[in-house]
């Protein structure tokens, strides 16, 4: 039987990350017994050994507070950690130490809820014996051994009311209008928002777009009385001919580009190539921010309680998951290392366009 554990959550929050601590704090207390121990930052915290303790006083009134109690770090990976030491700047392995720590502080197991980066670390961990339980985490919903991570619905709420607010204008104009939303390589935030507000256009790094048949889609509309349309574009959508824009290089990161800056260049040729009057909206980090949806807030919950239960069956070196309607597990060796991608010959991808949705391919 499982006594002590270990929590932190990494990588860029979402909304969702406060009911999952909540959810394991709750369990964990109230149905085995556990003390739990919350590490601040996500990796900086179980390095630096900054902690404090959980109970059920400090996740109460939490389950729709945006972000995370615990704070989070998308910079800090334990086994190539910065260091700075006389002006000097080195990465180090700090696992051993953190093992050690753990180890001292009598913390039996790891639930370490995050993104690809986070739970890569933690497969490591487990590689090097660490009791560890992943938890799944990003608005991206990238991560290929779930259906779906939490915190993604929410954000896919956020865009779709902002694209329903930018139609009534884009009318009044009769402009084009640009949405940029997050995703990084992948086009879920993207598609499901563009669906759900309904975009004229949604641009997509699974589907390189030809500018000209953005224009013409955009043309084609006004020929039809309609003098307005919406393009929604995934921050990492490229072009046939380009690249992905990148908006700058965040140097100590793990993962140091972020992308950024497709949506001005769309809006920028669509004024030059159909002669529309055009603006861009960068949506940026509304995206991550505010309550999370009660989908959201259930599935969180689900996923933390199901955490709790994998720990204490003693299973390990495996991830919570959504499979269908159904709470699984999968091993953190299977979950980490592949993107999920929208599948550009997908359902979605094809009931889209026989509603008209242009693809620019
Ligand atoms: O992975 C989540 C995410 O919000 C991406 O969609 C985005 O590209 C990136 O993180 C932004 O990172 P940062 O918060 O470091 O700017």
Redesign the pocket.
């Known amino acids: 039987m499982i006594k002590k554990v270990g929590v932190l959550t990494g990588?860029?929050d979402?909304p969702g990350l406060n009911p999952v601590l909540r959810a394991i704090v709750k369990s964990g207390i109230n149905k085995y017994g556990w003390e739990i121990i919350g590490f601040k930052d996500g990796y900086h915290g179980l390095v630096e050994n900054d902690f404090i303790k959980l109970n059920p006083g400090n996740v109460s009134g939490i389950l729709d507070r945006g972000g995370t109690i615990l704070g989070s770090s998308?910079r800090d990976n334990p086994f190539n950690y910065k260091v700075v030491e006389k002006d000097a700047t080195k990465f180090v392995d700090k696992s051993d130490q953190v093992i050690s720590n753990l180890k001292d502080m009598g913390i039996e197991a790891m639930i370490l809820i995050g993104?690809d980066g986070t739970l890569t670390s933690g497969r490591d961990f487990a590689r090097k014996g660490l009791k560890v339980i992943g938890v799944p985490k990003?608005?991206?919903n990238d991560l290929s051994a779930t259906d779906l991570t939490f915190g993604f619905m929410t954000a896919v709420e956020t865009a779709t009311e902002a694209i329903d607010k930018l139609h009534s204008t884009a009318e009044s104009h009769h402009r084009v209008m640009v949405l940029e939303v997050?995703?990084?390589y992948a086009g879920w935030i993207a598609l499901e928002s563009g669906i759900a507000g309904g975009a004229d256009i949604i641009l997509i790094p699974e589907i390189p777009f030809d500018i000209q048949k953005v224009a013409a889609k955009v043309l084609g509309r006004k020929a039809a009385g309609k003098t307005f349309s919406i393009v929604v574009a995934a921050?990492g959508a490229k072009s046939i001919d380009g690249e992905v824009v990148v908006s700058h290089i965040?140097k100590d990161?793990p993962d140091p580009i972020?992308?950024g800056g497709i949506g001005q260049k769309v809006a920028n040729n669509l004024t030059t190539i159909a002669g529309f009057d055009s603006r861009v909206t960068v949506l940026g980090?509304l995206?991550?921010g505010g309550s999370p949806s009660a989908f959201d807030r259930i599935l969180s919950t689900r996923f933390g309680a199901a955490a709790v239960e994998l720990a204490q069956s003693g299973d390990f070196g495996k991830m919570v998951s959504l499979k269908g309607n159904e709470i699984t597990a999968v091993s953190l060796e299977e979950a980490v290392g592949k993107l999920k991608t929208v599948n550009p010959q997908g359902e979605l991808i094809r009931f889209a366009k026989n509603i008209g949705v242009g693809f620019g391919d």
Do not use: A, F, K, P
Request: hydrophobic letters at 20%; aromatic letters at 0%; one cysteine or more.
């Open positions: 990588g860029g979402c998308n993104g990003t608005i991206d997050m995703g990084r921050e965040v990161s972020r992308l980090h995206q991550r």
